[in-house]
């Protein structure tokens, strides 16, 4: 089993900056991987960036410039650097990751339990 534990959310202003981490530990081979996720309460689940064990990266529109998403592989551990945030960026962000725990197992998806961000005067 693979656990994630998410640290950084908490209150900030409308224009200030939070980075997120999430740390992957437990029974890992690989991570091929690794995202960030938002949930608002009544709104679908989107995705905010994810990284590939190469350094590809992909971000939503909505955050495009602003956010960073980084990872050390050595750490199996994944961040996300949020700059000029805005009140719209409140949510629960989540953490997934793809991994495998075994060399010739099937790659799985994990989450972790999220963290709250809210961006508010």
């Known amino acids: 089993q693979v656990q994630l534990v998410e640290s950084g959310g908490g209150l900030v202003q409308p224009g200030g900056s939070l980075r997120l981490s999430c740390a992957a530990s437990g029974s890992i081979f690989s991570i091929a991987v690794m995202g960030w996720y938002r949930q608002v309460p009544g709104k679908q689940r989107e995705l905010v960036a994810t990284i590939t064990s190469g350094g590809s990266t992909n971000y939503a529109d909505s955050v495009k410039g602003r956010f960073t998403i980084s990872r050390d592989n050595p750490k199996n551990t994944v961040y996300l650097q949020m700059n000029s945030l805005k009140p719209e960026d409140t949510a629960v962000y989540l953490c997934?990751?793809?991994?495998?725990?075994?060399?010739?197992?099937?790659?799985?998806?994990?989450w972790g339990q999220g963290t709250q961000v809210t961006v508010s005067s």
């Open positions: 997934k990751v793809r991994a495998q725990t075994t060399r010739w197992g099937r790659p799985a998806d994990y």
